[in-house]
């Protein structure tokens, strides 16, 4: 399984926008919170939550979830 969170840009977003994550077959697997001021927080499964500064450190996260959820 594979989740690849889409570019965002802090300075251009005017408030707190979320974008649904989906696995490849279309089911919701969680969500991708951004904003200016607020920064970048990414919920997976229902119970994995991370918040981070940088689009790299959130694909990471991602990344690292599947990784032992999925080996």
């Given at each position: 399984?594979?989740?690849?969170?889409?570019?965002?840009?802090?300075?251009?977003?005017?408030?707190?926008?979320?974008?649904?994550?989906?696995?490849?077959?279309?089911?919701?697997?969680?969500?991708?919170?951004?904003?200016?001021?607020?920064?970048?927080?990414?919920?997976?499964?229902?119970?994995?939550?991370?918040?981070?500064?940088?689009?790299?450190?959130?694909?990471?996260?991602?990344?690292?979830v599947l990784a032992v959820l999925f080996p």
């Amino acid at each position: 399984m594979q989740i690849k969170l889409p570019e965002t840009d802090l300075k251009s977003a005017q408030s707190l926008l979320t974008i649904e994550l989906k696995d490849g077959s279309g089911q919701h697997v969680g969500q991708y919170f951004f904003g200016k001021g607020h920064g970048r927080t990414v919920f997976l499964f229902g119970k994995y939550k991370g918040a981070f500064k940088t689009h790299a450190e959130c694909q990471a996260f991602v990344d690292g979830v599947l990784a032992v959820l999925f080996p």
